[in-house]
T-cell receptor, first 114, second 114 residues
């Protein structure tokens, strides 16, 4: 079974500052990794995903994440945030085999201050 | 427009009064799923369906029922709601049950059980 831990429940940053949202996972098998974003009063939408290949994954809205197998991490980064990035961010993991469950982390609330 | 719709968006009810939350997708997706979102717990899967007439339990199925009589619809039924089912509910769909395919989420239904 897989599990995922988002190390920060809340992250406040100033506008135009860089940000990193941390995600660590646990799995005995190969994994797919995902970051989802939830804007206020909306459903989740996929930000980016790692399936295989390059460990640096680029997503929408200028976000990127790096898969680090040795550290079992998949941290999300953005070099310069905007007010519109205020949202809750969820990391998720699944195994790569058939009939695998998708396990979500607890979420990190990103607050951008002007 | 490709989308997942849920109704109602907000619902306040009383203990024991049966209710149904509808979910519909217009993308001809085979896989549909229900999640509940609670603070500090992330998203947890309630039930999922790989195709018409094929449903299975997720991680927290107690107190819920589902049906999948048509490909586009996947209603969530609470036969006798209790206060611990107060939560934010999301329906999601994807092309298949493989997480290689993007999962699309509905806007959410906020349920309060008094």
């Amino acid at each position: 079974a897989q599990s995922v831990t988002q190390l920060d429940s809340q992250v406040p940053v100033f506008e135009e500052a860089p940000v990193e949202l941390r995600c660590n996972y646990s799995s005995s098998v190969s994994v797919y990794l995902f970051w989802y974003v939830q804007y206020p009063n909306q459903g989740l939408q996929l930000l980016l995903k790692y399936l295989s290949g390059s460990t640096l994954v680029k997503g929408i809205n200028g976000f990127e994440a790096e898969f680090n197998k040795s550290q079992t991490s998949f941290h999300l980064r953005k070099p310069s945030v905007h007010i519109s990035d205020t949202a809750e961010y969820f990391c998720a993991v699944s195994g790569t085999g058939g009939a695998q469950k998708l396990v979500f982390g607890q979420g990190t609330r990103l607050t951008i201050n002007p | 427009e490709a989308q997942v719709t849920q109704n109602p968006r907000y619902l306040i009810t009383v203990t024991g009064k049966k209710l149904t939350v509808t979910c519909s997708q217009n993308m001809n997706h085979e896989y549909m799923s229900w999640y509940r979102q609670d603070p500090g717990l992330g998203l947890r899967q309630i039930y999922y369906s790989m195709n018409v007439e094929v449903t299975d339990k997720g991680d927290v199925p107690e107190g819920y029922k589902v049906s999948r009589k048509e490909k586009r619809n996947f209603p969530l039924i609470l036969e006798s709601p209790s206060p611990n089912q107060t939560s934010l509910y999301f329906c999601a769909s994807s092309l298949s049950g493989s997480w290689v395919n993007e999962q699309f989420f509905g806007p959410g239904t906020r349920l309060t059980v008094l």
